[in-house]
């Protein structure tokens, strides 16, 4: 007697009167309901396919790279220049301007709070005349095709909450995330690769941790969850077939597999086994597809030129950025790249030089392939960090060095492509970098213009869970409407 066999010679009289209730009390519902599913939330006849039936609004973006810049990147060191800083190198920060801002523990012992002028170089770039560092000379030949927004703001002043904030749209762990609530959502456009797929890079100075629940599915099904792939020969851990056991073998597993599960699912109702289902056959579907995405042998040396030698070596993150570009040619919807390393509390001026060298090229010329290759119209790329630094120095101020701690109210992010006006400056900080003083753009009202521009109305697109609706801007955010093309 083979297993399936089996299942059915041990279901009792009671068993199949619960069953058989169960079944007519739920087709009862399902007339009275008007469609074929429960009333719970649970995934669609294709797991695959998003929940929405049609896009809230027309599109501008198919798919999102976002480049987290994990730390907190120095808006005054690279983006936000403030001749102000440097007329008053040294002297304090007045009152007026800081108005009792909350401290981190690390400066709140400080007696005086010198400010700290940037030590490098900014000049005015392109036809839009937007202010870049000297640390950043590649993108600052494409500033033309950037949004710059200055004015982005947060509640959290520490790290982890911080990004759980900019990922989840809660500075509590728990929620889904933003690729997360992407694939629910939206669904995928490959059936052969994962809609979120994660990839992770670090600088060579002290990188803050960071964890997998910021590209965790929370409360939705696991399908939803980021993929992070890693570098080195496998990508993916148990993606391979073990010694001995071939594709077809394989296939027959899955197969047997997928009819137990189908039977557990018929017998609890429970989404997260169609889930399930659902992640064996994409896993076995990736066999194929990762090697052949990850697969940087037919990429021409003015590429890696473009990119930068060290995309050459597997991890970094100019490796990153082209794959990046690989997975989003593949129509994978959600790419999130994490850089590490932008926490720069002391001799900011050596540790931030060697973040942009890892970075800034990569960058810039992600943007120029997209472009070259028509995919930056409907792809948006959004580079940016959790917070900003502060405009004093934290910690002893010397003529050639300096560090700065976390600055929530006011830091500089870049979005390009996707339906973003381009060459454009957004919103505005006091003289001192460190309030805003025009358009301010809060964390919700971020998150809300990315679903926009993806075509959906972030207080539409929600998420029932234990007797609340939830969705990724809570019950905040506005869509920044000025920024949209």
């Known amino acids: 007697m083979d297993i399936l066999s089996e299942h059915f010679h041990q279901m009792n009289r009671r068993h199949f009167l619960s069953r058989l209730s169960m079944g007519i009390g739920g087709a009862a519902l399902g007339s009275l309901l008007g469609c074929s599913g429960s009333a719970s939330q649970g995934p669609a006849a294709n797991p695959l396919q998003g929940i929405l039936d049609k896009l809230h609004i027309a599109p501008k973006a198919k798919r999102v790279i976002y480049l987290f810049q994990s730390g907190g990147p120095s808006q005054m060191d690279l983006f936000d220049y403030k001749p102000m800083l440097r007329k008053m ?103 052969n690769l994962p809609t979120f797929i994660v990839l992770l890079s670090r600088g060579a100075i002290r990188p803050q941790p960071i ?98 030698e060290s995309a050459r070596k597997p991890g970094t993150y100019a490796a990153n950025c082209l794959l990046a570009r690989r997975l989003a040619e593949r129509d994978v919807k959600f790419i999130q790249l994490y850089h590490l390393g932008w926490d720069q509390h002391d001799n900011l001026p050596h540790q931030i030089s060697s973040q942009a060298q890892d970075t800034d090229q990569a960058s810039a010329a992600l943007i120029k392939d997209l472009k070259q290759r028509g995919l930056l119209e409907d792809t948006l790329v959004v580079w940016g960090g959790e917070f900003g630094r502060t405009n004093y120095s934290q910690g002893t101020l010397t003529p050639t060095n300096y560090g700065r701690d976390h600055h929530p109210r006011c830091f500089t992010i870049w979005m390009a492509g996707g339906g973003v006006k381009k060459g454009m400056t957004y919103g505005e900080t006091d003289e001192f970098s460190y309030n805003i003083v025009k358009d301010p753009v809060h964390v919700h009202d971020f998150q809300a213009t990315l679903l926009h521009l993806m075509g959906v109305d972030h207080e539409k697109l929600t998420f029932k869970h234990q007797g609340r609706r939830y969705r990724l801007t809570d019950v905040h955010g506005k869509v920044v409407n000025d920024i949209i093309a």
């Open 211 to 308: 964890y997998s629940r910021l590209w965790g599915n929370g409360f939705l099904a696991s399908l939803h969850q980021g993929v992070q792939f890693r570098s080195g020969s496998d990508p993916v851990l148990y993606l391979n077939n073990p010694d001995g056991i071939n594709a077809g073998t394989r296939r027959k597993v899955l197969d047997y597999l997928a009819e137990l599960n189908e039977m557990r699912l018929q017998d609890f109702g429970d989404p997260e086994i169609e889930s399930r289902i659902a992640q064996y056959e994409m896993a076995y579907r990736m066999q194929t597809s990762v090697p052949d995405a990850l697969d940087l042998s037919d990429e021409p040396d003015d590429v890696f030129k473009m990119y930068g």
């Open 89 to 191: 190198h040294g002297q304090e920060l007045p009152d007026s301007v800081r108005q009792g801002q909350r401290l981190t523990g690390m400066t709140a012992g400080q007696s005086s709070f010198p400010l700290a002028s940037s030590l490098f170089e900014f000049k005015q770039r392109g036809q839009s005349g937007a202010w870049v560092s000297e640390l950043m000379p590649h993108t600052a030949e494409i500033a033309d095709e950037l949004c710059f927004i200055k004015s982005m703001h947060t509640e959290a002043i520490n790290h982890d909450p911080a990004i759980t904030f900019f990922q989840t749209g809660s500075q509590q762990p728990g929620r889904p995330s933003i690729g997360s609530w992407m694939s629910y959502g939206l669904g995928s456009d490959n059936q």
